[in-house]
C-alpha cells in the first residue's frame, strides 16, 4: 500500500472507534480498558482516549465505581429506527406473550455473514433461568437457529473446479429440517441444554430470520419440543408480515452447506 493509499488519520479515528464498540459485542456488557485493549488489539493509552471519546459521546458508558464501560444508552437511541424498521417493536408482544405461554426465553435472530446474531429477547415473566440465553453470535452451520435459516435460504449459486461442476447437495440435516419445519441441537455441557429453532417465512417463502428457545434438556425434553413446535410456528407466521421484506436472505454460500 502505497503512503497516498494510507486511511488519513481522522478516518483511522473512526475505524478504530469503530472496533473498539464492536468489542462490545457478546456476553461480557463491562470491560475494563485493559480488557478492551486486549480485545480491540490497540496500545491501552490509544482505547483509553477512544474510549472516553466514547463516553462523551453517549456511546459508552463508564461505571464511576469500576471504572469499567459498557454501551451507553445513546447508542441503543441511535438503534431504534433500526429495530422499528426491521419490524422488532411490532414483533416485541407477540414475542413477550409466546415467552410467557411456553414459560421459556424466546429469542429473534438473523443471519449476518456467517453466523446467526440474536437481535431481540424475550423472556417469560417465570421460570427463567441463564440457561435460556444464547450466545449473541452463533455459527450458521453448528446451531439450531443456522439451521432453520440455512434451510430455507436460497444457495448462491458457485460452481466450483475448472470444469464448472456444481457443488454438492445440502447436507441431510436440512432436508430434515425443511420436512419438519424446526431445527433442534444439543448443547454438550455439564448439564446439556437443548435449543429449538423455527424459520420466519414470508409470503413468497423467503426466510427473514428465525425464533429460537433453549433450556436445559431435562426440562426441554422431546415431549415438551412437540407442544411447543407449533406455538412457536404459529408466531412466527404471525410476525413475519411485520418485517422489511428487504432484509429477507436472497442467498448464502454454498460452502456453508458442505461438511
Same mark, same amino acid.
Given at each position: 500500500?502505497?503512503?497516498?493509499d494510507?486511511?488519513?488519520?481522522?478516518?483511522?479515528?473512526v475505524?478504530?472507534?469503530?472496533?473498539?464498540?464492536?468489542?462490545?459485542?457478546?456476553?461480557?456488557?463491562?470491560l475494563?480498558?485493559? %480488557?478492551?485493549?486486549?480485545?480491540?488489539?490497540?496500545?491501552?493509552?490509544?482505547?483509553?482516549r477512544?474510549?472516553?471519546?466514547?463516553?462523551?459521546g453517549?456511546?459508552?458508558?463508564?461505571?464511576?465505581?469500576t471504572?469499567?464501560?459498557?454501551?451507553?444508552?445513546?447508542?441503543?437511541?441511535?438503534?431504534?429506527?433500526?429495530l422499528?424498521?426491521?419490524?422488532?417493536?411490532?414483533?416485541a408482544?407477540?414475542?413477550?406473550?409466546?415467552?410467557?405461554g411456553?414459560?421459556?426465553?424466546?429469542s429473534?435472530?438473523?443471519?449476518?455473514?456467517?453466523?446467526?446474531?440474536?437481535?431481540?429477547?424475550?423472556?417469560?415473566?417465570?421460570?427463567?433461568?441463564?440457561?435460556?440465553l444464547?450466545?449473541?453470535?452463533?455459527?450458521l452451520?453448528?446451531s439450531?437457529?443456522?439451521?432453520?435459516?440455512?434451510a430455507?435460504?436460497?444457495?448462491?449459486?458457485?460452481a466450483?473446479?475448472?470444469?464448472r461442476?456444481?457443488?454438492?447437495?445440502?447436507p441431510p440435516?436440512?432436508?430434515?429440517?425443511?420436512?419438519?419445519?424446526?431445527? %433442534?441441537?444439543?448443547? %454438550?455441557?455439564e448439564?446439556?441444554?437443548?435449543?429449538?429453532?423455527?424459520?420466519?417465512?414470508?409470503?413468497?417463502?423467503?426466510?427473514?430470520?428465525?425464533?429460537g428457545?433453549?433450556?436445559?434438556?431435562?426440562?426441554?425434553n422431546?415431549?415438551?419440543v412437540?407442544?411447543?413446535?407449533p406455538?412457536?410456528?404459529?408466531?412466527?407466521g404471525?410476525?413475519?408480515?411485520?418485517?422489511?421484506?428487504?432484509?429477507?436472505?436472497?442467498?448464502?454460500?454454498?460452502?456453508?452447506y458442505?461438511?
Amino acid at each position: 500500500m502505497t503512503a497516498a493509499d494510507q486511511p488519513r488519520s481522522g478516518a483511522q479515528a473512526v475505524d478504530r472507534a469503530i472496533h473498539v464498540l464492536n468489542c462490545f459485542e457478546g456476553d461480557d456488557p463491562e470491560l475494563s480498558v485493559s %480488557e478492551l485493549a486486549h480485545r480491540a488489539g490497540l496500545p491501552v493509552s490509544t482505547t483509553y482516549r477512544l474510549a472516553q471519546a466514547l463516553v462523551r459521546g453517549r456511546l459508552l458508558e463508564q461505571d464511576p465505581a469500576t471504572d469499567r464501560y459498557r454501551i451507553g444508552q445513546g447508542l441503543a437511541a441511535l438503534a431504534r429506527p433500526a429495530l422499528s424498521r426491521l419490524g422488532i417493536d411490532a414483533a416485541a408482544p407477540h414475542l413477550y406473550a409466546l415467552a410467557a405461554g411456553i414459560r421459556i426465553t424466546v429469542s429473534l435472530s438473523i443471519a449476518d455473514d456467517r453466523d446467526a446474531v440474536t437481535v431481540f429477547q424475550a423472556r417469560p415473566p417465570v421460570y427463567f433461568c441463564p440457561n435460556q440465553l444464547p450466545r449473541a453470535r452463533q455459527p450458521l452451520r453448528s446451531s439450531a437457529v443456522g439451521h432453520a435459516l440455512l434451510a430455507f435460504a436460497p444457495v448462491r449459486a458457485i460452481a466450483d473446479g475448472p470444469d464448472r461442476r456444481p457443488t454438492p447437495l445440502p447436507p441431510p440435516d436440512l432436508d430434515r429440517v425443511r420436512r419438519s419445519g424446526f431445527a %433442534e441441537q444439543i448443547i %454438550e455441557r455439564e448439564d446439556p441444554v437443548r435449543s429449538v429453532a423455527v424459520p420466519i417465512l414470508g409470503p413468497d417463502r423467503q426466510v427473514w430470520g428465525a425464533l429460537g428457545v433453549q433450556a436445559r434438556s431435562a426440562r426441554l425434553n422431546a415431549e415438551l419440543v412437540r407442544g411447543i413446535v407449533p406455538a412457536m410456528r404459529q408466531i412466527a407466521g404471525r410476525i413475519a408480515p411485520l418485517f422489511d421484506s428487504t432484509a429477507a436472505i436472497t442467498d448464502v454460500p454454498v460452502e456453508l452447506y458442505s461438511r
